[in-house]
């Protein structure tokens, strides 16, 4: 596991290789989230291992052009991203290995911010999930990470503290949006 500053980490060589083939904690515009290439089933498996977690992961969409080749959209909707927002999205064909929705659907965000700007340059969708087990508080800053997920992952890129609110959760799935988590 390496700490890095995302100033740092930003200048290394071969960091859209390393976004393909490694698990990151990483900043969004909400909090921290942990993800890794959301195709590579086997780096999947480790991010459900350390979570715990047997809910459905969302992916940050390495552009709006990857959602609307791959999703079936409302437009209007997809136009609010870059943005705090996680869409409930059905996919045009099998996209992902088993174990990232588990069906016909996908969370999908394009978080504002920097670090998202290395996923678009690495063109793959990457998996979003909050750091925190489900049912702890959120995580703004890396000293709140636990040593047992810190000591998992390959790297932590610290942005220093973030707003803490998660996204907004929209369910678009049905004829009329649904709001899962404000």
Aim: net charge positive.
């Amino acid at each position: 596991m390496e700490i890095m500053d995302f100033k740092e980490f930003k200048k290394r060589k071969g960091i859209i290789k390393e976004i393909k083939s490694k698990i990151f904690i990483y900043p969004t515009d909400t909090i921290y989230g942990i993800g890794c290439n959301s195709l590579n089933k086997d780096l999947v498996e480790k991010i459900r291992k350390i979570k715990k977690s047997k809910k459905p992961f969302s992916v940050i969409a390495p552009s709006k052009n990857w959602i609307y080749k791959n999703c079936h959209y409302k437009k209007a909707y997809i136009e609010k991203l870059p943005g705090k927002y996680t869409f409930i999205l059905k996919l045009k064909r099998k996209i992902f290995p088993n174990n990232v929705s588990f069906g016909k659907t996908v969370g999908v965000r394009i978080p504002k911010h920097e670090f998202c700007d290395l996923i678009r340059k690495a063109n793959v969708p990457f998996i979003t999930t909050s750091v925190n087990k489900s049912g702890e508080n959120n995580i703004t800053k890396i000293d709140d990470i636990s040593r047992r997920i810190r000591n998992k992952v390959d790297y932590i890129i610290d942005y220093g503290p973030l707003s803490g609110k998660p996204s907004t959760i929209i369910d678009l799935t049905k004829k009329v949006a649904k709001i899962i988590r404000p």
